[in-house]
């Protein structure tokens, strides 16, 4: 599980490094381009101001006061820091502004060279991404068609990140930007990923618990995720697993119980074989045979008990004629048939088996009087097996499906209960159905079998 947590943390550190790279390379372009359209437009208007001061300031013949005392003058009226070299490159003159600005760290200054040989130096304004270049006058105020002159930048001729430190060096600030964002969004990951693998951890230890014999033990359903509908899912299948073992269990130790009576009979019928004439020799036979029978019975009704327990649904379903079936499982037991031909949809063997534990049972307990019945009702279609015997009290009308119940008083009686009202209740509901136990008007029972219509 550990390795899991390492996964998908990994997988999630991946991805935001993929992302601060993908996004840092797209930034960063986007500030190039920034930087290259400003700088356009600062070159423009650099010698715009270089055409406009040479009209304005007094000739390279003029007195070297009078030269200085213009550049002073328009340094003031335009907010420029200026300097001004004559033509051999003596410095005439540089403005107190000039001198601050060329001081600071990663000052641009540009030189624009006049008609009369003398030379113009402008330290340019610092840019500012998005917006216009900063300096007097606006965007387009600059004389067009002016040639961009080249300056003496600086490896700092770039934009200032809006949201880094001042004086951070060049793309310093997108790292630390996506740094930080990166970290942000690691930190708030991982009790994310901790708290999904924990929970996956919870799942793992108790489906080990359930693994090793703890068949009550569930886990916990936080959340409507994907784990939490695996956890229900566990849930439910543990409560089937654990339904399964201990009908299981039930069934083998009453078919242990059961299994005893005609061995019984049997080990004691050989016993009496070499002791007994002929008339009983044969009466005995028939005894041991009637024993064999029964095993056989009780064996298949074991496994079919079983593998009913093992499936929620039948296997195959096809058209099956109620009447018909019904027609045919009575004549073995000389019982009356009256209803309307129906079709069910379901497994016609295991039909046939539901009928013939119920023929069965009427015969055994309510004599030779049976009756079936067939109607169509609301929900379906219902058969009726209808007996004349004592009657199931109200009390044990549910109980008489369970796995080898017997009525107080029914203990000793030979054949018993076993397995076959179970079946007939299993394979009711198998196919959506119901069986129930009611009185019969003037005496006996009546088992309704209900099923849906095909």
């Known amino acids: 599980m550990k390795s899991l947590y390492l996964r998908i943390y990994l997988t999630v550190v991946a991805v935001l490094l993929l992302f601060a790279a993908v996004s840092g390379w797209v930034f960063q372009r986007h500030l190039e381009q920034e930087r290259v359209r400003v700088e356009g437009l600062v070159g423009d208007r650099t010698a715009a101001w270089g055409d406009l001061l040479q009209r304005a300031l007094p000739g390279a013949e003029a007195p ?33 502004l000039f001198l601050r600005r060329q001081a600071e760290e990663g000052a641009r200054v540009a030189s624009v060279k006049l008609d009369d040989g003398r030379t113009l130096w402008i330290v340019r304004p610092r840019l500012r991404p998005g917006g216009p270049v900063g300096g007097p006058g606006g965007p387009g105020g600059e004389p067009p068609g002016m040639p961009r002159r080249e ?84 849930n439910h299948a543990a409560a089937r697993v654990e339904a399964l073992v201990q009908s299981n269990k039930s ?19 050989v016993s009496m074989l070499d002791e007994v004439g002929p008339a009983q020799r044969a009466q005995l036979k028939r005894e041991i045979e009637t024993n064999v029978a029964e095993l056989d019975a009780l064996v298949e009704e074991v496994l079919l008990a079983s593998r009913l327990d093992a499936s929620e649904a039948v296997d195959r379903r096809e058209r099956v004629d109620l009447l018909g079936l019904a027609a045919e499982e009575a004549a073995r037991v000389e019982a009356e048939v009256d209803g309307p031909a129906l079709q069910v949809q379901g497994d016609e063997r295991l039909l046939r088996r539901a009928l013939r534990n ?95 219509l095909a």
Not at 158 to 179: K, M, N, T, W
Not at 403 to 408: A, E, N, Q, S, T
Request: aromatic share 6%; hydrophobic share 45%.
């Open 64 to 96: 070297a006061d009078e030269q200085a005392m213009a550049v002073r003058d328009w340094s003031q009226r335009l907010r420029l820091a200026l300097a001004l070299d004559d033509p051999a490159g003596q410095r005439i003159v540089a403005t107190d």
């Open 358 to 452: 119920l023929l069965e049972n009427a015969r055994r307990y309510g004599g030779s009087e049976v009756k079936v019945e067939i109607a169509r009702v609301a929900a379906g279609a219902e058969l009726r097996v209808c007996d004349r015997g004592p009657g199931v009290p109200e009390a044990y009308r549910e109980r008489i499906f369970e796995p080898f119940y017997r009525l107080p008083g029914h203990a000793e009686q030979a054949g018993g209960v076993g397995l076959g009202l179970s079946l007939v209740r299993q394979i009711a509901q198998r196919h959506g159905g119901s069986v129930r136990c009611e009185a019969r008007p003037g005496g006996g029972s009546v088992f309704v079998f209900s099923l849906p």
């Open 251 to 269: 069934l083998l130790a009453n078919a242990s119980h059961e299994l005893r009576s005609p061995l019984a009979r049997m080990k004691m019928a």
């Open 151 to 234: 300056g003496r930048g600086g490896p700092h001729d770039e934009l200032p990140l809006p949201f880094a430190p001042p004086g951070l060096p060049r793309g310093l600030g997108v790292v630390v930007f996506l740094s930080v964002l990166f970290a942000a969004v690691a930190a708030g990951a991982y009790p994310v990923v901790r708290r999904l693998t924990r929970r996956l951890e919870s799942l793992k230890k108790g489906v080990e618990r359930f693994g090793a014999g703890q068949l009550d033990h569930r886990v916990e359903v936080t959340g409507r995720d994907e784990v939490a509908a695996v956890a229900a899912s566990f």
